[in-house]
């Protein structure tokens, strides 16, 4: 090997998955393990290390699982592309003399869904978050298509139906138990057009405090549900 050639002497990866009670820099902890057996070497024999994550602030904390031994640890973040930033500052710091042998590191830890921050924060426009993972359905009465517009707006929501019941559209949630919970009551019909969605029992969705009790928008006559 020439002087500027840097080899990658062992991989560790931890498992995908949902590992409940286990934390990123947990998992992290065992993908160096894996990563050092893998080479044939101890943690003493690594000399620094370069590690990111979009969701651990500090992932230089993890030395202290993996051990206390006073190396430098760099930390990086470049969005999607956090790892290939670290193996190329570790193998960059590797080639230019002034370590032998050096550790890359990534770790994050994500709830279940698509993607759920905020956009902005990493410089992308408003529609890449538009991923279809949250579904409103809202009953609301006495209000202009312009204010229901603005309502839809505050919660980010892109795309809308309206179901116009004229005065009897009804909005009932399974309570569990083989029957129905009527989050409001109107004058029922005989015969009527019915819209029903199944899905597995989660969290609502915080809705903002628009006009709770007042306004428009007034949630403690208008039914309001919101879904996972």
């Known amino acids: ?53 979009w969701t651990v602030a500090n992932p230089d904390a993890l030395v202290g699982m993996v051990g206390l031994t006073g190396i430098p640890f760099t930390d990086v973040f470049n969005a999607c592309a956090t790892a290939a930033s670290a193996t190329k500052l570790c193998a960059d710091s590797i080639r230019l003399g002034d370590y032998d042998i050096g550790i890359a590191v990534g770790m994050d830890k994500h709830p279940r869904g698509a ?28 209000v202009t298509l312009g204010e229901e517009s603005d309502l839809f707006n505050s919660i980010g929501a892109w795309n809308a139906i309206n179901l116009n019941g004229g005065g009897s ?24 057009p019915n819209l029903g969605i199944y899905a597995a029992p989660l969290q609502p ?19 309001i549900a919101s879904g996972l």
């Open 205 to 223: 969705v915080p809705l903002p405090p628009f006009g709770v009790g007042t306004g428009p928008y007034d949630t403690t006559k208008d039914g």
């Open 115 to 142: 993607f759920t921050e905020d956009p902005a924060l990493v410089g992308m426009p408003s529609w890449y978050a538009q991923n279809g993972q949250y579904l409103y359905l809202m009953d609301v009465s006495s």
């Open 1 to 53: 090997m020439s002087r500027n050639d840097v080899a990658i002497i062992g991989v560790g990866l931890h498992p995908f998955g949902r590992f409940e009670g286990k934390s990123a820099m947990q998992m992290a902890g065992d993908a160096i393990q894996l990563a050092l057996s893998d080479a044939g070497i101890g943690w003493k024999d690594v000399q620094f290390a370069v590690g990111g994550s």
């Open 169 to 192: 559209a009804m909005l009932d949630v399974s309570n569990g138990n083989g029957g129905v919970t009527e989050l409001n009551h109107t004058t029922e019909k005989y015969v009527g």
